[in-house]
């Protein structure tokens, strides 16, 4: 049981928008503590996508946007791609736990 | 470019001491100002943080893990070790080494490539 809920898994066609949803507590999202987001494709480690709740790093399409709002954070892909179906993970840091906390991820497939 | 390579067995027996290291180039580990994490995935499941170290040797571990995680750092050589003792077949997963992990705003944004860890007799 993951500290972090997401969505096991989310789909859409090509072009389309999604939505993937991290839920938490005051200890960690609803706390000071930023969220942060991970795509994982098979076989490979994961690669930051968003930090800091709504930074991307260079490199990552604008098509990827995230935002946090009270113990909730959202991430948001638009303009679907076939190189998008991989699995998604949020991450943040819990108070009492004293370390980071994961979600415990979701699957995208592009239809 | 920081660059992490975990190296370490492939296979350990129950009840033995998992053993793993991460060298670190690109970057030293006693400039500060960054955390050095080791994560692990299950086979079908999701990632699990097993703790972090600073370079002052200050360390942070997942309590569920926390009674069998040792974190240690070398700045000579430029790396981090774990060791897991009590290992069961529960222990089975990839393990990375990753830079980041704690409070930080810039998450965790270097991983090393993994490497898959079995616990079997």
């Known amino acids: 049981q993951s500290v972090l809920t997401q969505p096991p898994s989310v789909s859409g066609a090509p072009g389309q928008r999604v939505t993937i949803s991290c839920t938490g507590s005051s200890s960690n999202i609803g706390s000071v503590f930023d969220v942060h987001w991970y795509q994982q494709l098979p076989g490979t480690a994961p690669k930051l996508l968003i930090y800091?709740?709504?930074n991307r790093p260079s490199g990552v399409p604008d098509r990827f946007s995230a935002s946090k709002s009270g113990t909730s954070a959202s991430l948001a892909i638009t303009g679907l791609q076939a190189e998008d179906e991989a699995d998604y993970y949020c991450?943040?840091?819990?108070?009492?736990?004293?370390?980071?906390?994961f979600g415990g991820g979701t699957k995208l497939t592009v239809l | 470019q920081v660059q992490l390579q975990e190296s370490g067995p492939g296979l350990v027996k129950p009840s033995q001491t998992l053993s793993l290291t991460c060298t670190v180039s690109?970057?030293?580990?006693?400039?500060?100002?960054?955390?050095w994490s080791w994560i692990r995935h299950h086979p079908g499941k999701g990632l699990e943080w097993i703790g972090y170290?600073?370079?002052?040797?200050?360390?942070s571990y997942n309590p569920s893990l926390k009674s069998r995680v040792t974190i240690s750092v070398d700045t000579s050589k430029n790396q981090f070790s774990l060791r897991l003792s009590s290992v069961t077949a529960a222990d089975t997963a990839v393990y990375y080494c990753a830079r980041g992990g704690s409070f930080s705003s810039y998450g965790i944004d270097y991983w090393g490539q993994g490497t898959l860890v079995t616990v079997s007799s």
């Open positions: 800091g709740n709504n």
């Open positions: 690109g970057g030293s580990l006693s400039s500060g100002g960054y955390y």
């Open positions: 170290i600073y370079y002052s040797a200050t360390t």
């Open positions: 991450q943040s840091y819990d108070s009492n736990l004293s370390g980071s906390v």
